[in-house]
């Protein structure tokens, strides 16, 4: 196929984008009124575990609402940028959301509280003390979570295309239930204080946000789509195959939810003290994050060889030079093509590459969903992208990029903010002075220049935020 063969454009076969025809349709489906009972039913059920502590402590309530909201928007932000080649339907994420946040939080409340009443009767007191939470959170939690994956599926089976499309309906699954499961805690520390302050929930925030917010339920509910995606795609395999694989991936998440909730090490932990508590969580955690990330490198790769395949078989550079597509892989790597437009033409050249990248994982994923008909429809949003670029005089939005001493210099300058804020100069200073030079000469930027400019204002906001925990732990 090449630009000069394309046709009148159409629309995309029926069914590859749109989940329902009509509003009217999804009303038919039993599913649908499944989930929108079992929601409203949950939201029922935290309201009336939490009112009163709401309405004893509103002030913090609101500050816990608006911290892990901001908490979620970062994670969603992250989660969206692993779902870029094939962005799924918003809708379906609010589902997730919700399904997280309000059905599998509620049922885990009174079924936490009836698996340790169990516990409590067929063993002792001390081992419940100590072991409870690591039995009875990864074993509801985990299952209420990957029902609300299977929901999904249930709701719309044609939006599972890749194993990474179940990871990220897991994630959001899981993101829903830990920001609600944050703000319960919140809630529980104000309590415990017994006033409506809010220190507690800064320190909690603090404690469950930042430090053990990358290796929580977002990432054990991740590792579980995987599985249901597996056992939903690969219909070549037999059953046995299918549900033990989907089995084995929520054996995996139980496991590190079990790991993190145990209280291993509690030996160093007490005879440390704080910096062995820290060790304990930085150890396990990095553990459990360093296992999905490994995953998560063979699920992106998969997905990205499916876009890849039909961009790549055009062999036509008005559509994607190779260079190109190889940009495509991910997110750094389309960060840096973008990187190089800015540095090229400013705010308006990175504008126009992201909008290229966009059209050609679209036409890609309608070619492989549609063949001839997506690439069609597909292509007059694709030219009029490559026009965009190629009139500010880029060829190949390609993801190159030079190494520079000043680059690792300005790195490494970024973390001397974590020890004066002032230093944040540094970075900054050298960002500019790169770009500058680098576009008067029309040459590419070192993206560390980038990078070390973006760490070195977060541990900045850090800094900023350390200070106003520590002031409100004080007042």
Known sequence: ??????????????????????????????????????????????????????????????????????????????????????????????????????????????????????????????????????????????????????????????????????VVYGAFVGLGFQEIENITYSLNAVAAAGTDSLGPVLQTFIVRGLLAGLWSHTVYSAIAGAGVAYAVLHRERSWVNRIGVALGALALAWLMHFLWNSPAAASL????????????????????????????????????????????????????????????????????????????????????VRQLQRAQADIAVDMRDNGEAGYTARLPELQRARYGVYNLGISDADALHPTTTAGWISFVLAFAVLINPIFLILPLGFL????TRARSRRQRADPRLRTAAILALVFTLAYVVSLIARAATLY
């Open 432 to 435: 500019i002075f790169g770009v």
């Open 269 to 352: 932990t007490n005879n440390a003290g704080l910096y062995g508590t820290l060790l304990v969580l930085l150890v396990k955690g990095l553990l459990i994050l360093g296992t999905f990330l490994i995953l998560l490198h063979f699920f992106r790769k998969d997905e990205y060889e499916g876009v890849a395949g039909p961009l790549e078989s055009l062999r036509n550079p008005w559509i994607a030079t190779h260079n190109e597509i190889i940009a495509l892989r991910g997110w750094r790597s389309r960060g840096r093509a973008r990187w190089n437009a800015y540095v090229y033409a400013g705010a308006r050249g990175y504008r126009r």
């Open 1 to 166: 196929m090449s630009v000069e063969q394309s046709a009148t454009p159409q629309p995309p076969a029926p069914g590859t984008r749109r989940v329902f025809a009509s509003w009217g349709a999804a009303a038919r489906w039993p599913a649908v009124w499944v989930f929108i009972a079992l929601a409203i039913a949950g939201i029922v059920i935290l309201c009336l575990s939490f009112g009163p502590a709401i309405a004893d402590a509103p002030a913090a309530f609101v500050l816990a609402v608006i911290l892990f909201g901001i908490h979620g928007a970062v994670f969603v932000t992250i989660i969206r940028a692993v779902d870029w080649l094939e962005p799924e339907p918003r809708w379906l994420f609010a589902a997730a959301l919700v399904w997280g946040g309000f059905v599998a939080s509620a049922n885990a409340l009174r079924a936490n509280t009836a698996l340790e009443s169990i516990l409590v009767k067929m063993t002792s007191l001390g081992f419940v003390r100590d072991w409870a939470a690591a039995i009875e959170g990864p074993t509801d939690e985990e299952i209420l979570k990957t029902l609300g994956i299977v929901m999904i599926v249930l709701l719309a089976r044609r939006q599972i295309n890749s194993v990474l499309d179940g």
